[in-house]
Nanobody
């Protein structure tokens, strides 16, 4: 079983910064794309950023330049550095990855359980 576990969420004031982490564990052969999504109260889940196994990153337009996605392939971990946070960034942040298990020939998408980020005004 492959699992993704997020950490780093919490309460931060407007203008503050947070760094989220998401570590994959289990019998993993390879991890391709890794993503961060978020879901604000009463809204649909939206994509925040994607990073390929080679480190190429793509961001949702609305994220501007405040968020930076990165990964450490040796640790099977993806990060999301968030700065200049606003109350509208309040959401549960989920990581997602395309994982090939050790005994599998195909990738499957795995989700983490989410970590809550609350930005106070």
């Amino acid at each position: 079983q492959v699992q993704l576990v997020e950490s780093g969420g919490g309460l931060v004031q407007t203008g503050g910064s947070l760094r989220l982490s998401c570590a994959a564990s289990g019998r993993i052969f390879s991890i391709n794309a890794m993503r961060w999504y978020r879901q604000a109260p009463g809204k649909e889940r939206e994509l925040v950023a994607v990073i390929t196994s080679g480190g190429s990153a793509t961001y949702a337009d609305s994220m501007n330049s405040r968020f930076t996605i990165s990964r450490d392939n040796a640790k099977n971990t993806v990060y999301l550095q968030m700065s200049s946070l606003k109350p509208e960034d309040t959401a549960v942040y989920y990581c997602n990855a395309d994982v090939r298990g050790a005994y599998s020939v195909t990738n499957r998408q795995v989700w983490g359980q989410g970590t809550l980020v609350t930005v106070s005004s």
